[in-house]
């Protein structure tokens, strides 16, 4: 019963990849994204989180009403490391402007569709929400979950999008593709013509990992760079190190390691060191283990970024909206920087857990470091 | 008066046959390894490979206690996943801790597998039911305590039990911490099934329940013990998974059916009463093999999943037949 499950599973996500595969090379998106990369962000200095790259503004003038208000949250889950760092973030926010927020109510729909969806529901019915903010676990799924919600009050959607324009604004960094063309590059950018890069990534058919893929793979196949394999890991740090061991004894030389999330960036960096061999270039995230032994070994590495500080955004477009200011739409569109050589050492604290993510942006906010589990 | 030797005896005959089955698979595999990669017969890469297997050779010698007692311990995942993220968050980097949190993390294995045994020998839940219930409890426990973002980290000492290679050993060249647990692991899982008056009480317990506690066995508590020793195996696996590759969110996730898998190839019978530690070790070494062989012919990675699937149902129905035929 079980491997039976596992094998539909596994064909399931076979051919859902094959299926989708076309979709996450959009030369049109790829370039756009490798513009936004070098577009000077407007907004206040020192707090990307309230910057945006270009884009138009959209007048909320309709939604002004008088607090303090009541903001509702339907979160997709906390599953991972990087929602977690991002909940703690929009807390953070809202515990910040707490004189202006009457209740701060937060639905965790586990992952689940079905539960946002009635999430969503039981939000709007319950009728204490000024504002609803959405970071929807898929998108098509959650598509007119969000329009009836936008038919009540005004909607901001982040993280992930959905399949409608009826949200005031969806926020979000550049995109997957602009991780993997900053990431692609550097990499390019350090090896000869003819090297070889082995590709680390999480799973197969999510939109932001497929691209960020796609985007350092036509990068390296331009640079005449040989993707010697590209292995899904599972975000299991055993896996990964086992995946690299396994390369490592091919005795294929391995010049470089790509990841489409660094969070097990650690582990791959062990097998190389367990082998008795000196570390390959290798792009990360802005997670604290990787930094950390990025600046012990002096390695030759990038962490390109998906911020956490996004999470911050939404709370301040819902306060602006029910304002009646202006704010970025419908696309809000935040900086995406990459932690390089130079910048390395502003961003690695010592107090903070190996799994932080630095692009936080939580620093000014109260509560930090604890309430992201630092010391 | 005759149900013991009645019983005894096709078991020790069929426990050979299982070991020479997945003896061979692993021979096959661990060729098919060899000629891809000819490195493989070095007496270094060989001991990589068993250091890696380690953690599902010991899952799957506790996970044999439990099958030979006709249960099955799904919870084995969720205590590995547990394990690695109690440690980082106890130890918290600091090196006097690792002996103390081991102690503890061990005292915590001990508790899920009394809990298990209880619920299945009191309650009579049936032990998949059971387990699964617990596995859910431990993983949803191990996520609300870690807020999915495990703190802490685990130090050096910590991380040689499953890292650490020592060098310049004679004979073997190199000699891994985890093979050396995994030998004296492995070694004491045979002692208590072939070499103790408990070993053959549990597989007079799976093989017929009702006729073992006539004959005087204490049922319930040999049950229980099976679970507690699948427990604390889990809590090693993990403590060599955590050493091996640092903390992580997902650890355990599929090894309690990656060790049943083992158990089955290696032999045991999924009702209980039949098998063997040996062939709970091929079985594991066989899956393991496999699991490189793939890696190494490098086939896009959605194929290898699908061929893995075909490769484990097809080895999983194979032995179940064997029996069948045998029984």
Known sequence: ?375 | MTAIPDTARPARRISLRGLNFALLIFVVLYAGIAILQPNYLDAALFMNFLRRAAPLIILACGQLYVILSGGFDLSMGAVVTLVVLAASMLIGGDPTMTWPVIAGLYAMGLAVGLANGLIVSFLKVPSIIATLGMMLLINGLALAWSGGAPRGDLPDNFRDLGRLVLRDVPLLGVLPIAVIILVVVTALAWWGLHATAYGKRLLAVGDNPRAAELAGVPVKPTRIAAFVISALSAVTAGILIGGFSGVSVNAGRGLELQAIAACVIGGAQLLGGRGSVVGALFGALSLFALFTLLNLLGLPQALRDSLQGVILIAAVGASVLRHRRSS
């Open chain 1, 1 to 375: 019963m079980q491997f039976r499950s596992i094998l539909a599973a596994t064909l399931a996500v076979a051919f859902s990849t094959a299926a989708y595969a076309q979709e996450f090379n959009d030369p049109v998106e790829f370039k756009k994204q490798r513009d936004l990369l070098s577009t000077k962000a407007e907004g206040p200095d020192g707090k990307p989180w309230e910057q945006h790259l270009g884009g138009a503004m959209i007048d909320t003038a309709k939604f002004k009403k008088d607090g303090p208000h009541t903001i509702c949250f339907s979160n997709a889950g906390v599953f991972n490391p990087w929602r977690v760092v991002g909940l703690n973030n929009l807390k953070g926010e809202a515990a910040l402007q707490k004189d202006r927020i009457k209740e701060l109510v937060i639905l965790d729909a586990e992952g689940k569709d079905d539960k946002q969806i009635s999430d969503i529901q039981s939000l709007l019915d319950g009728g204490k929400c000024d504002v609803l903010i959405v970071s929807p676990t898929t998108t098509a799924a959650l598509t007119p979950a969000v329009e009836a919600a936008c038919e009540k009050l005004p909607v901001i959607v982040f993280d992930r999008g959905v399949n409608t324009k009826c949200p005031v604004t969806y926020i979000h960094p550049v995109g997957g593709y602009g991780f993997g063309i900053t990431s692609g590059e550097f990499i390019a950018s350090k090896l000869p013509k003819g090297s070889n890069v082995l590709a680390l990534r999480i799973v197969a058919g999510v939109d932001v990992l497929e691209t960020r893929y796609s985007a350092a793979k036509s990068i390296f196949d331009e640079a005449g760079i040989n993707v010697i394999g590209s292995e899904f890991t599972g975000s299991d740090r055993a896996k990964t190190k086992s995946v690299v061991e396994d390369y490592i004894n091919r005795g294929q030389k391995i010049d470089a390691v790509w990841m489409d999330a660094g969070d097990t960036a650690t582990a791959a960096l062990e097998a190389f060191e367990d082998a008795g061999l000196p570390y390959p270039v290798i792009s990360g995230e802005d997670q604290q283990d990787f930094l950390r032994k990025w600046q012990k070994e002096n390695l030759v590495a990038i962490a390109p970024s998906y911020p956490t500080y996004q999470w911050r955004t939404p709370v301040i477009a819902a306060l602006d909206i029910l304002d009646g200011k202006s704010i970025p739409g419908p696309e809000w569109n935040l900086p995406q920087p990459a932690i390089t050589q130079e910048t390395l050492a502003s961003y690695i604290d010592e107090r903070m857990p190996a799994l932080h993510y630095s692009l936080c942006g939580c620093q000014d906010l109260p509560g930090y470091p604890e309430q992201w589990g630092g010391k």
